[in-house]
Every structure is written in C-alpha cells, then in structure tokens.
C-alpha cells in the first residue's frame, strides 16, 4: 500500500511504500525541465523525507526521462526581469541539492531517458546513481552559451577528476551509460527489461540496512571530501567507537550467530 503526495503546484508528486520514498519529478511533457517552483516543491518533498518513515529516497523523472535543466522559457523571462527575479531559480536548486546530502538517509538517483544540464547536475549530488541503459548523459550548457549553475563546475571535477570534467564541460558531448559507469558517475547500468525490478531490488536493500549506521557513514563519505584525510581518519575512528558504544550489536549478532558463510 502506497500514498502519493503531491507538493507545490504539483511539479513533484512522492509515494511512499514500505519505508522508500519515491520522489519524482513531475513535468513530463516539458522533460521535467526545471522552475522556480518545481524547484520549491522538490524542497517540500525532500523535507519531508526527514520522517522516520522514511529508510530511502529514490529520485527519479516522469514520462521516461529525468531532466533537462531549468526551463529555458521561464528563464528568459525571468532574465528580462533582472538579476533578483532569476535568483530564486537558482537559489531554489541549490537549497534542494543540499538538502539530499543533508538526509541522514540514502538518496538514489534513478535516471533513465535525458538528464542534461540541471539534470546531470542533480544527478551528482546523489549517493548512489544508477542509470537505463539508453540514458543520454550530459552538461549542455556549453551548448547553449550558458554557464553551469547547479554545481558542475565545482561537483564534476571531484567526482570524475580535473581532465574529464573540463572537457566534458566545456565540449558538452554525450554520456553514455557505459561511460557514465566507468567515470563513476553512476553505480551501475540496468537494462531496459529489467529496470524497474532492478531499482526496486536496490532501494528495498538499502531499506532493511541499520538506519543509524547509514546515517553515520553517509555523514563521514559526506564530509571525506572536505577535510584533510587525517582529520576524516579521526572523525571516522570517533564515529565508529560512539556508534559501537552506543550499543549497535544486532548486525554483529546476527553474522556471528550464522551456521553458513558470509
């Protein structure tokens, strides 16, 4: 039994079932290009995914694709207006992308169909990302004379390395699902045929796992980036001490109990 809640002016619907949290973007026949509010209902959506109903987040698109980036028509008005009147956009996405790593929680990014632009930028700020096999992966804005706005130029370098980020950034050419793996911006490619039971399969994983100690290696993976290795060293060793102290032994149990092997 599932709920579906929508949130905003209805360009985002969640339904929740069995503790995962479905969140999509709900713009189909504009490939769920992005607004302001869109951009204010996607925040409504993972602010609510803080309840603890909630083991998981999947984030995914309606109508077969994820995302093509802001909505260009939208945006061109807004830029006839001025400088303030575009700022929510923006400011908007950003609040959005922080909050998922803000979630003491797994967010899965299911991406199928395009995720250009603001889509491949969402697609990065998520824990876990695993595409169709027919995705079509890409920063366009190069494209467009434009300049990435929700992260790229700062999240892509570390996620795939100085050398491919400039060049995919600045040429704006495809991804592959293939390469999308192999540059590590992506988990894993399913196949068409199995792509549903295969993304379920993963989040309903994801849900049976300790919620405490996911939040707290979330957290340190979160954080790894951001400091020097020594300091992530420490916060790990004093993370793992307090989680064990507080007495987190049902995993332990239960591995020790076993008659078979691991």
Request: glycine share 10%.
């Amino acid at each position: 039994m599932s709920t579906v809640t929508s949130h905003g002016d209805g360009s985002v619907e969640s339904t929740l079932a069995d503790g995962i949290l479905t969140v999509w973007l709900n713009r189909p026949d504009a490939m769920n290009a992005f607004t302001i509010g869109q951009g204010e209902a996607l925040i409504a959506a993972l602010t609510g995914a803080a309840d603890p109903g909630v083991r998981v987040v999947v984030l995914r698109g309606r109508g077969g694709n994820f995302s093509v980036g802001g909505d260009f028509k939208q945006l061109q008005e807004l830029q006839r207006r001025g400088r303030t009147a575009m700022e929510p956009m923006f400011d908007n996405f950003r609040r959005a992308c922080d909050l998922i790593g803000e979630l003491p929680k797994p967010v899965v990014c299911a991406v199928e169909g395009y995720a250009m632009a603001g889509g491949f930028e969402l697609l990065q700020v998520a824990d876990i990302v695993v595409v169709h096999e027919g995705v079509k992966l890409a920063d366009t804005h190069s494209n467009h004379a434009m300049v990435p706005g929700g992260g790229s130029t700062q999240r892509l370098p570390r996620v795939v390395g100085p050398q491919r980020a400039y060049a995919h950034i600045l040429t704006g050419d495809r991804l592959t699902a293939a390469e999308a793996v192999a540059w590590g911006l992506a988990y894993r490619a399913f196949p068409a045929e199995t792509f549903e039971d295969d993304v379920a399969a993963l989040a309903a994983a994801l849900a049976q796992k300790d919620p405490v100690a996911l939040a707290t290696t979330k957290r340190l993976l979160r954080s790894a980036t951001e400091r020097p290795l020594a300091d992530g060293l420490a916060a790990e060793r004093e993370a793992v001490l307090q989680h064990l102290s507080g007495g987190a032994t049902d995993g332990m149990d239960e591995f020790v109990n076993r008659k078979r092997n691991p």
